[in-house]
């Protein structure tokens, strides 16, 4: 009896073994669920390292500029400020803006019907200046419309100024065409002939301005000239000009200069076949014939002439 007692005390015991070795084996899902974890712990570390590389060095670099060794090492010498440019004595302008509208291919003219013409003048005053170079070379070049970008009407340097010019577009002729290589005589010179052989409607501000500047690398070796530039303006193709108004128009004028009648419309056909063909025209039947004239082109008799 007692070696029964015995075997089964010991069954018993590795029963008891083998539960308790069963609760201590952790499940299938709690050993994916730890793997996870331990992979997203990985993952955690892996991002935090650069950040705690970094911090570790910025702060180890801070203790070094702190510490008076480091200090007695460090130059006393400070780098200098890169080199600004030299400040414009002189300014390049055109005496008088160009004419609008401008058409392509048609000759740039001042506000007064006259060629342009570009000067010298005191960057502070404006005024025309005394003792200039007897000669400068001048280049006029087409800017874009809305440069410089921040709303200033100069440009701090000639690099500045370059990043402005226009290029043509692949394909086409220089935008600029006649006599865009000048010499300046005394502080001036005329621009004979100019014109834009490309409209400006391809370009973000849809418009030009006209630039001149001093010709680099033409051995000028004077104080420094700031470049002129012209108002923003629209540049049309040359058809456009074609059905163009003429504010005022001349008695010699084709009569459909004038305002509400079309080139070739119903009232220019009507007044053609009533012998009206010319601005002069029109205005001898106004004053004699009003009424024939009213007839012609439909003018009710109360309306003004």
């Not at 226009?166 to 600029?176: D, F, I």
Request: glycine share 8%; charged share 25%.
């Amino acid at each position: 009896m007692a070696a029964k007692r015995l075997h089964d005390g010991s069954e018993n015991e590795e029963d008891q073994r083998d539960e308790k070795r069963m609760h201590r084996l952790p499940s299938f899902s709690t050993v994916i669920k730890e793997a996870v974890m331990m992979k997203q712990v990985h993952n955690v570390f892996m991002l935090l390292e650069p950040l705690l590389r970094r911090v570790v060095q910025e702060e180890l670099q801070a203790g070094l500029v702190r510490s008076p060794r480091y200090i007695e090492r460090s130059s006393p010498e400070t780098s200098p400020p890169p080199p600004s440019s030299p400040r414009a004595t002189w300014r390049l302008a055109f005496l008088n803006p160009p004419q609008l509208p401008i058409f392509t291919g048609s000759k740039i003219e001042d506000a007064n019907g006259n060629p342009l013409q570009v000067i010298l003048v005191d960057a502070d005053t404006g005024s025309p200046c005394q003792n200039v170079p007897q000669f400068l070379r001048v280049e006029v070049v087409p800017i874009f419309g809305d440069f410089p970008h921040d709303g200033r009407e100069e440009c701090g340097s000639a690099a500045e100024f370059a990043r402005g010019v226009v290029k043509e577009r692949a394909g086409k002729r220089p935008l600029l065409t006649g006599e865009v290589a000048l010499t300046m005589r005394d502080g001036r010179a005329t621009v004979g002939e100019l014109q834009f052989t490309d409209n400006s409607s391809w370009l973000r501000c849809r418009k030009f301005r006209i630039g001149a500047r001093v010709v680099p690398g033409s051995g000028y070796e004077g104080p420094r000239v700031a470049e002129a530039m012209t108002e923003a303006f629209n540049v049309r193709d040359h058809r456009g000009e074609l059905y163009r108004k003429h504010y005022p128009p001349a008695l010699g004028d084709d009569v459909w200069r004038l305002e509400k009648i079309g080139k070739e419309g119903a009232f220019h056909k009507k007044l053609t076949q009533s012998g009206v063909r010319t601005v002069q025209e029109f205005l001898q039947m106004l004053v004699v014939k009003p009424d024939v004239l009213r007839m012609v082109i439909n003018f009710p008799a109360s309306a003004s002439s």
